[in-house]
């Protein structure tokens, strides 16, 4: 049934247009939201959508979560906030001991917070240089990293995240992303691989001494590029070099993160313990809080303050998170994410069956892109604005591609009505 109630959306988008300044948003439908629950949004004039995005991948254990509402609730009587940079508190203590703890591998580790995903990958760039007493940091093409310089700086998936805001930091550079789709007819997996890291030994070679280099940050599943995840074979290859070269490893776990993947990280898919890692998102349900986790060595490195912000480590936000944690965990949703995915991709894939317009259904947990030919990008927003008004909320990716990453908690019989919609629209849309 189509959603038809718009006036406070329109006044209110109205308002937006004339007082926010369009760099921030990148702009998809007009939805305005006005509140969640579990896998379910409404917006200001009632209508009700499941959601297929999660924030972003923001919202891993739904929306207002009553554990993460009642810890946020019960700190605000508490204490609002209290900069960490000089002293201490309690749900910043707790938080970090939990994150050191739940990252992956056996080697101790430190925290570091601030406020967002864009802050925790600059962080990635200063502790790297600090440790390594090196400049170079080497990221990916189609890698989305954030928004702010140093971040925008490491992301390469849209050139307007770089147009006229020049120079940017220096000393990154961007090498493909071993994107298995791009294997050669009758390539293994191996070959590729031996392909990719093949070129980037080259580039030590040629271009940049490997001695040069302080870090290669990777998103071990490309989100924003649409699901993507390399080969084994690559991944351990390039873990290899990097410690053969005294480089250091690190991921951003900022979009996939926190079981969004069928696993609670999205390295632990390659069974690989990163140097340093990123992460943010899901990591307070969406609250303003962002971690950079590592080896306690390379994180003792970097002097006070060089990573000190005034809000970073928030207490409400650090109660959102501990809690998170704790629903992530007591929910088993880690395990629910792979089962729902395994769910999500046969029903995707028999969608793909019947309108071959859709080429590929990559599903990596409750996290997936389904790929539509690149010409057919018209096609792909001409859906997801037939899903927004028929109740689901699913956006486009690179243009031509379904961003799939609903709530964890998400049921069967939600998921089974948003592909129904998603069915629906193909029909009437093919």
Known sequence: MSQSKNPERQRLIAIDHQYVAPAGRVSKFDLVVDHGKGAKVWDVDGNVYI????????????????????????????????????????????????????????????????????????????????????????????????????????????????????????DIHHIPFPNPDKRFPGESLADFSKRYLKELTDLFTRDIPADQIAAILIEPIQGDAGIIMPPISYMQGLYKICHENGILFCTDEINQGFGRSGKMWSIDHFNLEPDLMAVGKSLASGMPLSAIIGKAPIMDSLASPANATTTAANPICCAAALATIDEIESLDLVERSRKLGEFSKTQFSKLQKEFPVIKHVRMIGLNGGI??????????????????????????????????QPPLVITKAE????????????????
């Open 371 to 404: 790929e539509f030919a690149e010409d057919q990008s018209q096609l792909v927003t001409n859906l997801c604005n037939y899903c927004f008004e028929h109740g689901l909320i699913v956006i486009s990716t690179m243009d031509h591609i379904i961003r799939f």
């Open 415 to 430: 998921l089974t009505k948003g592909i129904g919609i998603l069915h629906d629209g193909l029909t009437n849309l093919v």
């Open 51 to 170: 959601d297929f995005l999660a924030s972003a991948s923001a919202v891993n254990v739904g929306h207002s979560n009553p554990k993460v509402v009642a810890a946020i609730h019960n700190q605000t009587d508490k204490l609002i906030h209290y900069i960490s940079g000089y002293f201490y508190h309690e749900p910043a203590i707790k938080l970090a001991k939990r994150l050191a703890l739940l990252a992956p591998g056996k080697t101790p580790k430190k925290v570091s917070f601030s406020t967002s995903g864009s802050e925790a990958a600059e962080a990635v760039v200063k502790f790297a240089r600090s440790y390594t007493k090196r400049s170079v940091i080497l990221t990916f093409q189609n890698s989305w990293h954030g928004t702010t310089l140093g971040a925008a700086s490491l992301s390469a998936i849209d050139g307007n995240m770089h147009r006229d805001i020049g120079p940017l930091i220096p």
